[in-house]
């Protein structure tokens, strides 16, 4: 044995790394080039930044009740004010601060229960996909008992046993949802499990905790990343049809599910009163979904550019 | 000293539908320290499934047995999955046949060797850093400090091979198993990537269990040849006696089957051996080469001996163990 583990050769050692084209810069040009993702993302941005923004952007309190000034229409009615750029509820608080408020809540709901959802999810399939066998067999057990509950009707018993709160609704919806990560992740897994580089690792003794997170799941975070997305719309959706409901967020909370509830008797009269939360949500759920759909098509090109090396 | 790595009666059994497929058949190996020992046969004799036991990376519905299974006098039989699992990359290191999947997509080549490092040995990172340069270099690849920093996929095939040799060397093995480690790469590259490894297992003292189907290779690297048929090992011998002297009729009808300029006619058909390799699925009566031997007659039948000829040279044959005299007609 001729060399010990670190052959003094000081000239190269140094760390100047030469990358020709930062790989950020790539991306960001790819991201723009894909209209569907470039309108996706700038639409989710305003939203989050709204969100984020809410105490300087709301012109009032979103739960400061006026009832002398109950449900003034929005600004472009005849009767509009500029004091009220939305209007005002059936209990006089400013349409414009709810909604803005309402923004966090609809994106902490998506964000914590994807999160939830995303790691049960990912931890189930891709022992199944990895391990296969009798393990493959019981969670695919528990996967197809999860299917067969409506989740909105499992989400309503179950909210009206718990009771109503923003955190038991993200706890529900995080563990009703976890189905198609537990798909993809093992379908992925599954393809990837016998690759050539997972024997490489375990040629090198690398244990298997070690080759699931560090070999495997970089390698699946891809498809992962656009079922995240996708999912988050989804519990978005959830949570204002429970709060729809009622047993979603409770009220004073500035829910758009709550929002278009409350508003539902006055909807002939003074439709936007679920108009605007309405359009609001959609435009999120719309606004998620491009940015999933363009995710999953970059994917796709990826694939296709050095897919070769692939599998 | 008992040698490096000695198996005796190595059977791998994979279970299939129509029954037991037993793809190694009680193989006996030695392989020396420093030794490079070359595996040769043709696809589906038994050789992969063989250093994947060795690994202990046989798919899980394998089942393998062996009466003596031991490096450098450790039974790795009796190891316990994550005892083996220590040994793995740190005693004995695999090269795989595709350098173009057996590295991982999602990260550098830096932190892939740097890893392969820290799973055995309290290392800081500059210094395993700096050992993955060093073996980068000597398996001759320029810049090699630069190229820490890229992905699998902006390397060519063979540079691929030379992160993946330099991987198996990271953590200084007793052996090197690799397998078919340069048959996917071009002509070109595959001479240098021969020489280099020839050059650095030389040089670290390191031995190779070289497996390969390609007898051109091993006539360039090999100390010792085995030859495996059927998931049996028919001839052993240093590498000059096997080329001078082969005495299997397998052996000599592989090394017939390499086209040499003047032997053949221009135009003429390559010559091949007649039949097809047996199955595998089940019990081999007597000798598994005897249905495309020209030279079979009713011995044949019984299982044949395995006699040492001469010093290293063991042979699976009833001829070989003196009568009736071979025939030379078929010896080059």
Sequence with gaps: ?311 | MSALLEVEQLQVELPTPNGPLRAVRGIDIEVERGEMLCLVGESGCGKSMTSLALMGLLPRRATRTAKRLRLDGQDLAALRDRDMAKLRGNRIAMIFQEPMTSLNPSHTLGSQLVEALHQHRNVTRAQARDRAVYLLERTGMTNAAQRLGQYPHQLSGGLRQRVMIAMALMCEPDLIIADEPTTALDVTIQAQILRMLRELQQEFGTAVLFITHDLGVVARIADRVAVMYAGQIVETAPVRTLFAQPAHPYTRGLLNCIPVRGRQQPGAHLTAIPGVVPSLLGELAGCAFANRCAHAHDACTQTPPYPEIEAGHRVRCVLAAGEPAMPTETLR
Excluded at chain 1, 224 to 234: G, K, N, P, R, S
Excluded at chain 1, 252 to 270: A, D, V
Excluded at chain 1, 288 to 300: E, K, M, Q
Aim: charged share 15%; net charge positive.
């Design chain 1, 1 to 311: 044995m001729t060399t010990g583990l670190s052959p003094a050769r000081s000239d190269t050692t140094s760390l100047d790394l030469h990358v020709p084209a930062p790989a950020w810069h790539r991306a960001l040009r790819r991201i723009v080039g894909h209209r569907g993702l470039a309108i996706g993302a700038a639409l989710l941005g305003v939203i989050v930044l709204a969100a984020l923004l809410a105490p300087w952007l709301a012109p009032h309190d979103p739960y400061a009740q006026d009832l002398g000034s109950r449900l003034i229409p929005p600004v472009w009615h005849a009767t509009g004010s500029w004091q009220h750029p939305l209007g005002t509820d059936k209990l006089g608080r400013d349409y414009l601060s709810r909604l803005l408020y309402g923004a966090r809540v609809s994106l902490a709901i998506g964000v914590a229960a994807a999160a939830l959802s995303g790691l049960i999810g990912t931890t189930l399939g891709v022992l199944a996909g990895y391990f296969g066998g009798r393990i493959d067999s019981a969670i695919s057990y528990v996967l197809t008992t999860r299917l067969a509950m409506p989740v909105i009707l499992v989400a309503l018993a179950l909210s009206s046993l718990l009771g109503t709160s923003l955190k038991n609704v993200i706890l529900l919806l995080g563990f009703l949802i976890w189905d198609r990560f537990a798909v993809v992740a093992r379908s992925v897994t599954q393809q990837l499990r016998d690759a050539e580089f997972i024997a490489a690792a375990k040629a090198v003794g690398a244990s298997t905790p070690y080759i699931l997170l560090r070999e495997l799941l970089p390698n699946i975070a891809n498809a992962l990343i656009v079922v995240l997305t996708l999912e988050m719309a989804h519990a978005i959706l959830l949570e204002a049809a429970l709060s729809f409901l009622g047993l979603g967020v409770p009220p004073p909370l500035p829910s758009w599910g709550l929002m278009i509830s409350e508003g539902k008797t006055y909807m002939f009269f003074q439709p936007w009163v679920i108009v605007i939360p309405g359009v609001a949500l959609a435009a999120l759920v719309l606004a998620i979904n491009l940015v999933g759909d363009g995710l999953r098509d970059l994917n796709a090109l990826d694939g296709r550019h050095h897919g070769g090396s692939q599998r």
